[in-house]
C-alpha cells in the first residue's frame, strides 16, 4: 500500500537510548512488517518535533512506564507492539516471586497478592531489592541445592550467578550494582539441572491473535559465548484456549497452563495492558532428581521470539484459511547460511557483536 493510502504511521521507539545495531535493525524491519499488516507507513524512529497526520503505532523497544505511555498518545494495546506497566520493577524478573517475609524491603507499587496468585506456576524462589534480604533469601534456599541469582532487568542471561554455598553466595551479592537493585531488584532462585526452556506467548496486532508454545535454542556467538539462537514455535490463530486444539508434548502443555495463570494474575497491576506477552518456562530437575516446572520472566516488549510471531501474523493475514503454522526463528553468527524462502529481519555485521543473521522460516502446519 502506497503512503497517499497509509491510514497512520508505524514508529519504532528506543525509550533507553540507542540499541545495538542488530536490534535497532531487526526492531524497524520488523515494524515494516507491522505497517504492512496494519496498512500504515512506516515512519522510522519517534520524533517528538515531527508533524505527522493520523493515528500512530509504536513498536518500543522496551516495556513501557504508563507516564510515558501518556505521552506518547498511548492509551491501549491497539497502540503499540510491547506492554505498558505502572512501576518500573513491574517489567522485571522480580515480580515472579515473593519477598523473603513481610520485613523486606519493597519497592513501591509492590504487590504481596501478585507472587500469592502465580505461586503454583512459578519455581522456588524470591525477590529482593536489597543486599540483606537477598541474603537471607539465599540462605533459606542454599539448604535445597544450588541457587541462582539474577538482576531483575538482565536480559538473554546476563547479570546471572551461581552460588553453591554461602561464601559463592556472599561473591554474588558484591557484584550488585545497588541503585539498579533497588529499582529492579534481584532474583534468588533454585537452580536446576537437565532443564528445557520453553516459550509460551500471545501478539495480537492488526485485527489479528495468535497464540504458541514452543522451545528456545542456544548457539555459538563470535567470541565463543553462550547466546540465543532462536525458538522453534507451534503458532495457532486466537487465543491461549486454541492451544489445546494443537499436539503439544506434557511438558509444554503444562508450560502453557502456567503462563495462563501467570498472565491472568497481571489483573493485580492497576493500569497494565500488553498487546505482546511472552512467558519462559523452565522444566528441570532439582538436586534430588525431582522434576520441577515454573515460569522464569515475562517479556512484555518486542523480544527474542518477535521475528517468528510477526511472521505468523503475516501468514494468517495473507491466508484466511491458515489455522496453525510452525516458525522457526534463528540467529546465526558468523556466516549465514540462510534457507530459500526465510523471512530476513537482519543481516549484516554489528559493531559489538560482529557477523550476524536472524530469520524466520514458515510453514503451514494446518488448514480450516
Same mark, same amino acid.
Given at each position: 500500500?502506497?503512503?497517499?493510502? !497509509?491510514?497512520?504511521?508505524? *514508529?519504532?521507539?528506543?525509550?533507553?537510548?540507542?540499541?545495538?545495531?542488530?536490534?535497532?535493525?531487526?526492531?524497524?524491519?520488523?515494524?515494516?512488517?507491522?505497517?504492512?499488516?496494519?496498512?500504515?507507513?512506516?515512519?522510522?524512529?519517534?520524533?517528538?518535533?515531527?508533524?505527522?497526520?493520523?493515528? @500512530?503505532?509504536?513498536?518500543?523497544?522496551?516495556?513501557? *512506564?504508563?507516564?510515558?505511555?501518556?505521552?506518547?498518545?498511548?492509551?491501549?494495546?491497539?497502540?503499540?507492539?510491547?506492554?505498558?506497566?505502572?512501576?518500573?520493577?513491574?517489567?522485571?524478573?522480580?515480580?515472579?516471586?515473593?519477598?523473603?517475609?513481610?520485613?523486606?524491603? #519493597?519497592?513501591?507499587?509492590?504487590?504481596?497478592?501478585?507472587?500469592?496468585?502465580?505461586?503454583?506456576?512459578?519455581?522456588?524462589?524470591?525477590?529482593?531489592?536489597?543486599?540483606?534480604?537477598?541474603?537471607?533469601?539465599?540462605?533459606?534456599?542454599?539448604?535445597?541445592?544450588?541457587?541462582?541469582?539474577?538482576?531483575?532487568?538482565?536480559?538473554?542471561?546476563?547479570?546471572?550467578?551461581? #552460588?553453591?554455598?554461602?561464601?559463592? @553466595?556472599?561473591?554474588?551479592?558484591?557484584?550488585?550494582?545497588?541503585?539498579?537493585?533497588?529499582?529492579?531488584?534481584?532474583?534468588?532462585?533454585?537452580?536446576? !539441572?537437565?532443564?528445557?526452556?520453553?516459550?509460551?506467548?500471545?501478539?495480537?496486532?492488526?485485527?489479528?491473535?495468535?497464540?504458541?508454545?514452543?522451545?528456545?535454542?542456544?548457539?555459538?556467538?563470535?567470541?565463543?559465548?553462550?547466546?540465543?539462537?532462536?525458538?522453534?514455535?507451534?503458532?495457532?490463530?486466537?487465543?491461549?484456549?486454541?492451544?489445546?486444539?494443537?499436539?503439544?508434548?506434557?511438558?509444554?502443555?503444562?508450560?502453557?497452563?502456567?503462563?495462563?495463570?501467570?498472565?491472568?494474575?497481571?489483573?493485580?497491576?492497576?493500569?497494565?495492558? #500488553?498487546?505482546?506477552?511472552?512467558?519462559?518456562?523452565?522444566?528441570?530437575?532439582?538436586?534430588?532428581?525431582?522434576?520441577? #516446572?515454573?515460569?522464569?520472566?515475562?517479556?512484555?516488549?518486542?523480544?527474542?521470539?518477535?521475528?517468528?510471531?510477526?511472521? !505468523?501474523?503475516?501468514?494468517?493475514?495473507?491466508?484466511?484459511? @491458515?489455522?496453525?503454522?510452525?516458525?522457526?526463528?534463528?540467529?546465526?553468527?558468523?556466516?549465514?547460511?540462510?534457507?530459500?524462502?526465510?523471512?530476513?529481519?537482519?543481516?549484516?555485521?554489528?559493531?559489538?557483536?560482529?557477523?550476524?543473521?536472524?530469520?524466520?522460516?514458515?510453514?503451514?502446519?494446518?488448514?480450516?
Amino acid at each position: 500500500m502506497g503512503n497517499r493510502m !497509509a491510514r497512520g504511521t508505524v *514508529l519504532t521507539y528506543a525509550a533507553h537510548g540507542p540499541h545495538d545495531q542488530h536490534e535497532g535493525d531487526t526492531h524497524r524491519a520488523l515494524a515494516r512488517t507491522l505497517a504492512e499488516l496494519k496498512g500504515f507507513r512506516f515512519g522510522g524512529e519517534w520524533d517528538a518535533s515531527a508533524l505527522r497526520a493520523g493515528p @500512530l503505532y509504536f513498536v518500543p523497544g522496551d516495556t513501557l *512506564l504508563a507516564d510515558e505511555a501518556r505521552r506518547l498518545g498511548i492509551r491501549s494495546e491497539e497502540d503499540l507492539f510491547g506492554g505498558v506497566v505502572p512501576f518500573p520493577f513491574v517489567a522485571t524478573k522480580s515480580i515472579v516471586h515473593p519477598l523473603v517475609d513481610r520485613a523486606a524491603e #519493597a519497592p513501591q507499587g509492590w504487590s504481596h497478592d501478585f507472587p500469592h496468585r502465580v505461586e503454583r506456576a512459578t519455581l522456588p524462589g524470591f525477590a529482593a531489592f536489597r543486599v540483606d534480604d537477598a541474603r537471607r533469601a539465599g540462605l533459606r534456599l542454599l539448604p535445597r541445592g544450588r541457587i541462582r541469582l539474577k538482576t531483575g532487568h538482565g536480559v538473554g542471561g546476563h547479570g546471572q550467578h551461581l #552460588a553453591e554455598d554461602a561464601a559463592a @553466595l556472599e561473591a554474588a551479592l558484591e557484584r550488585l550494582d545497588l541503585a539498579r537493585l533497588a529499582r529492579f531488584g534481584v532474583v534468588v532462585e533454585l537452580d536446576l !539441572a537437565d532443564a528445557t526452556t520453553y516459550s509460551v506467548g500471545q501478539v495480537r496486532a492488526a485485527g489479528l491473535q495468535a497464540s504458541y508454545c514452543g522451545t528456545q535454542h542456544r548457539t555459538t556467538d563470535n567470541q565463543g559465548n553462550d547466546a540465543f539462537g532462536g525458538s522453534d514455535l507451534m503458532v495457532v490463530r486466537g487465543g491461549f484456549d486454541a492451544l489445546a486444539t494443537v499436539p503439544l508434548d506434557a511438558g509444554m502443555r503444562a508450560a502453557v497452563e502456567q503462563a495462563r495463570l501467570f498472565d491472568e494474575a497481571t489483573a493485580a497491576f492497576p493500569g497494565f495492558f #500488553a498487546s505482546r506477552r511472552n512467558y519462559d518456562a523452565l522444566r528441570g530437575r532439582d538436586r534430588e532428581g525431582r522434576w520441577l #516446572a515454573g515460569i522464569l520472566e515475562q517479556s512484555w516488549r518486542i523480544g527474542g521470539a518477535s521475528g517468528a510471531e510477526i511472521a !505468523a501474523l503475516a501468514a494468517f493475514h495473507a491466508d484466511p484459511s @491458515l489455522r496453525v503454522v510452525h516458525a522457526r526463528s534463528t540467529e546465526v553468527y558468523g556466516p549465514p547460511a540462510i534457507p530459500p524462502g526465510a523471512v530476513v529481519h537482519y543481516r549484516g555485521t554489528d559493531a559489538r557483536v560482529g557477523a550476524l543473521a536472524k530469520y524466520t522460516v514458515v510453514e503451514a502446519y494446518e488448514t480450516a
